[in-house]
């Protein structure tokens, strides 16, 4: 029984590593403009050549008040290596400035290319967390 319980905790703990591990930082806002900034740390094997995500805006009823989708990963042809990390600030124009200051972000990836011309499953190959969550854990 504890052979089969360390099996199954190692197995998890390597399945937790074997992604695109993305973590949101609260928006930052400026005016009609909000900056949301990414780090993303490559857990797979493979390297990524390109990735796509939409960044939401939510105010504190839920009601979206912006968006932007960008390719995050493979602007100017530079992959993301297994085991490296990227940075990327998602920019959020709105047609007027922005009274609340308790938005949230929420982050989700359309595709995730790797360099082979294999495209990753992102239901699974992508985690996106808060930033407030990843630093407790």
């Known amino acids: 029984m504890k052979r089969i319980c360390g099996i199954l905790i190692i197995s998890f703990c390597l399945s937790l590593r074997a992604q695109l591990s993305v973590t949101v930082a609260p928006p930052q806002i400026a005016g009609q403009k909000v900056v949301v900034e990414l780090t993303m740390t490559n857990g797979l094997s ?4 390109s990735a796509r995500a939409i960044c939401l805006l939510l105010n504190q009823q839920g ?3 912006g968006q932007s989708t960008k390719w995050v990963i493979g602007q100017n042809n530079k992959a993301l290596e297994p085991n490296g990390e990227a940075k990327f600030n998602f920019v959020i124009t709105t047609p007027r ?4 200051s308790n938005l949230t972000a929420k982050v989700m990836f359309s595709r995730v290319n790797l360099v082979d011309g294999k495209e990753a499953d992102v239901r699974q190959a992508v ?8 630093k407790a854990q």
């Open 127 to 134: 985690e996106v967390m808060p930033a407030d969550k990843s």
């Open 63 to 65: 009601r979206m008040v």
């Open 46 to 49: 493979d390297e990524i050549k």
């Open 97 to 100: 400035p922005l009274i609340a």
